[in-house]
């Protein structure tokens, strides 16, 4: 029988090495950089190249990645275990290779990529030379795809793309993008749209407006019109009209890691919380001695490690059984489960700092903002819901019978004829 809570004890020499390596080199450069996705700043090559060689050299580069993408062909428990300490920072993915959108576009480049696309965009991709954007929602459509109004039409060999994208994020320093657009608007509704690679130079992209969360002012959140953007009819993924395969491929990976990161990241909150509760003193004593406290501390410990379970456990089946669609209901429940453990966590820790912890000196009020992203990102928390209850209960049967089979009568009839003969003075109508 197999059934272990530990880690190998080679990886967790790993896992050591990465905590002290992302809390002493990586967390600071969340304070002195901007973006970890503008590869091209000069500052961010001066100091994040270097980082990355470090975690090259420790074989520890682009786990997700088979070895013949120059990865370690790690399974998704191993990533879990890795990405619940990469969470903590902003800059940690990237300086390991593993940050979204580019690794879920990776690999749908891997999967239905043409050799041409593979050495044009996925290569230097997995080097971090260049990132991508995945340009699918639109401003009216929001979680509902079927409803997208952007299209893409042949004319001659080329696909002639028309229509508006919402918070396709990083579009500012994408080398390509992939935008999802209706392309056979004849066939039956998850067969009409394609996926299609556009490099961001081509004519008639532009960028509205790239926009911020919450009250941050610009962020690289771009609102993008497509105004007749030509591009070769090659630089289609995959079949045309099979973007939703395309994009289950893609999103299953990148829910579950969403989740595995936001680990580290409510953890962070928690060890906030806790180091200021048993440090300020209030009232005569500690805050940590105040009861209303410490159920604050118990409850934020209970959900982060039951969350933790569920994200691992979610990560064994995945490697278990090598495809999405198996898992399909757990990982609904991992992102339907992943904004509210976050949310209160943040929220708890941004109390007990008081007013500090509702300042901007603090990370907190990021951190609620970001929970809500997490709500609406990959689907909104309500469509993840539906997926778990639809799924669950088509493990159940009805009962065809005027009172089910657990009506309690019932069961104290069924309970007296399979042991009656062998108890004295057993009465079946007590």
Same mark, same amino acid.
């Given at each position: 029988?197999?059934?272990?809570?530990?880690?190998?004890?080679?990886?967790?020499?790993?896992?050591?090495?990465?905590?002290?390596?992302?809390?002493?080199?990586?967390?600071?450069?969340?304070?002195?950089?901007?973006?970890?996705?503008?590869?091209?700043?000069?500052?961010?090559?001066?100091?994040?190249?270097?980082?990355?060689?470090?975690?090259?050299?420790?074989?520890?580069?682009?786990?997700?990645?088979?070895?013949?993408?120059?990865?370690?062909?790690?399974?998704?428990?191993?990533?879990?275990?890795?990405?619940?300490?990469?969470?903590?920072?902003?800059?940690?993915?990237?300086?390991?290779?593993?940050?979204?959108?580019?690794?879920?576009?990776?690999?749908?480049?891997?999967?239905?990529?043409?050799?041409?696309?593979?050495?044009?965009?996925?290569?230097?991709?997995?080097?971090?030379?260049?990132?991508?954007?995945?340009?699918?929602?639109?401003?009216?459509?929001?979680?509902?795809?079927? *409803?997208?109004?952007? /299209?893409?039409?042949?004319?001659?060999? !080329?696909?002639?793309?028309?229509? +508006? $994208?919402?918070?396709? #994020?990083?579009?500012?320093?994408?080398?390509?993008?992939?935008?999802?657009?209706?392309?056979?608007?004849?066939?039956?509704?998850?067969?009409?749209?394609?996926?299609?690679?556009?490099?961001?130079?081509?004519?008639?992209?532009?960028?509205?407006?790239?926009?911020?969360?919450?009250?941050?002012?610009?962020?690289?959140?771009?609102?993008?019109?497509?105004?007749?953007?030509?591009?070769?009819?090659?630089?289609?993924?995959?079949?045309?009209?099979?973007?939703?395969?395309?994009?289950?491929?893609?999103?299953?990976?990148?829910?579950?890691?969403?989740?595995?990161?936001?680990?580290?990241?409510?953890?962070?909150?928690?060890?906030?919380?806790?180091?200021?509760? *048993?440090?300020?003193? /209030?009232?005569?004593?500690?805050?940590? !001695?105040?009861?209303?406290?410490? +159920? $604050?501390?118990?409850? #934020?410990?209970?959900?982060?490690?039951?969350?933790?379970?569920?994200?691992?456990?979610?990560?064994?089946?995945?490697?278990?059984?090598?495809?999405?669609?198996?898992?399909?209901?757990?990982?609904?429940?991992?992102?339907?489960?992943?904004?509210?453990?976050?949310?209160?966590?943040?929220?708890?820790?941004?109390?007990?700092?008081?007013?500090?912890?509702?300042?901007?000196?603090?990370?907190?009020?990021?951190?609620?903002?970001?929970?809500?992203?997490?709500?609406?990102?990959?689907?909104?928390?309500?469509?993840?819901?539906?997926?778990?209850?639809?799924?669950?209960?088509?493990?159940?049967?009805?009962?065809?019978?005027?009172?089910?089979?657990?009506?309690?009568?019932?069961?104290?009839?069924?309970?007296?004829?399979?042991?009656?003969?062998?108890?004295?003075?057993?009465?079946?109508?007590?």
């Amino acid at each position: 029988m197999a059934w272990d809570f530990e880690t190998d004890a080679e990886f967790q020499k790993d896992l050591d090495w990465i905590a002290e390596f992302v809390r002493t080199e990586v967390e600071p450069l969340d304070h002195v950089l901007g973006s970890p996705y503008d590869v091209k700043n000069p500052n961010n090559i001066k100091l994040v190249r270097p980082l990355q060689e470090k975690v090259k050299a420790r074989k520890l580069w682009a786990c997700h990645l088979g070895p013949d993408l120059g990865g370690q062909g790690y399974g998704q428990v191993k990533l879990a275990l890795m990405n619940e300490i990469l969470g903590r920072s902003h800059f940690a993915p990237t300086v390991f290779g593993c940050q979204a959108p580019d690794t879920g576009n990776a690999e749908i480049l891997a999967h239905y990529g043409t050799p041409e696309q593979k050495k044009r965009y996925l290569q230097p991709l997995l080097d971090n030379e260049i990132v991508s954007c995945f340009s699918m929602t639109e401003p009216q459509g929001g979680s509902d795809p079927l *409803i997208f109004t952007t /299209t893409a039409v042949r004319e001659g060999n !080329e696909w002639v793309i028309n229509g +508006e $994208k919402w918070f396709s #994020s990083n579009a500012k320093y994408a080398a390509f993008y992939i935008v999802m657009a209706v392309t056979e608007p004849n066939a039956p509704p998850y067969q009409q749209q394609s996926m299609i690679i556009v490099p961001a130079e081509t004519p008639g992209i532009e960028i509205i407006r790239n926009v911020g969360f919450g009250s941050e002012g610009e962020g690289s959140h771009a609102y993008i019109r497509y105004t007749n953007v030509r591009v070769p009819l090659d630089h289609v993924l995959g079949e045309p009209g099979g973007a939703f395969v395309v994009a289950q491929v893609r999103l299953g990976g990148g829910r579950i890691h969403h989740a595995m990161r936001t680990i580290a990241d409510a953890k962070k909150a928690f060890d906030m919380m806790c180091e200021r509760v *048993i440090s300020r003193e /209030t009232q005569g004593s500690k805050l940590s !001695e105040k009861q209303m406290v410490q +159920e $604050k501390i118990a409850d #934020s410990w209970i959900e982060i490690e039951q969350f933790r379970l569920l994200v691992l456990r979610t990560a064994w089946l995945i490697d278990k059984h090598k495809d999405y669609r198996v898992v399909r209901k757990d990982i609904a429940a991992v992102k339907a489960a992943m904004p509210k453990v976050l949310h209160d966590v943040a929220a708890r820790a941004l109390h007990l700092h008081g007013s500090l912890g509702l300042s901007n000196e603090m990370p907190f009020t990021g951190q609620v903002i970001s929970s809500f992203f997490l709500g609406l990102a990959d689907g909104p928390t309500e469509v993840h819901k539906v997926t778990v209850a639809k799924q669950v209960l088509r493990e159940y049967r009805p009962s065809n019978e005027l009172f089910p089979a657990y009506h309690l009568p019932s069961v104290r009839k069924h309970a007296f004829e399979k042991y009656g003969d062998q108890i004295e003075d057993l009465d079946p109508a007590a």
